[in-house]
């Protein structure tokens, strides 16, 4: 069983930056992606950006230019750099990580982590 945990949300305003982090309990190296989703109040939960083992990387448009995803195998974490935050950025953030079990990929999540941007 994968552990995720995130942290690094918070309270910031309009503007500000937050870097979210979120380690993996197993080495990331053979995760197949880590993805940032976030979850605003009564809305759905959307993807935020992804990496890929080969490094790609791919952003939702809603975040391109102001959030970065990263990683670093030897901490077994990836984090979300999220600059220029703007009010409808306010969601819980979670990490998610495809790995690949025998033949089959699955899931995993981890409890999420709060963000507000106060305007």
């Known amino acids: 069983q994968v552990q995720l945990v995130e942290s690094g949300g918070g309270l910031v305003q309009v503007g500000g930056s937050l870097r979210l982090s979120c380690v993996a309990s197993?080495?990331?190296?053979?995760?197949?992606?880590i993805s940032w989703y976030r979850q605003a109040p009564g809305k759905q939960r959307e993807m935020v950006a992804l990496?890929?083992?080969?490094?790609?990387?791919n952003y939702a448009d809603s975040v391109k230019g102001r959030f970065t995803i990263s990683r670093d195998n030897a901490e077994n974490t990836v984090y979300l750099q999220m600059n220029s935050l703007k009010p409808e950025d306010t969601a819980v953030y979670y990490c998610n990580a495809k790995i690949p079990v025998a033949w089959v990929e699955n899931d995993y999540w981890g409890q999420g982590t709060q963000v507000t941007v106060s305007s």
């Open positions: 197993q080495s990331i190296a053979r995760f197949n992606a």
């Open positions: 990496i890929a083992s080969s490094g790609m990387t």
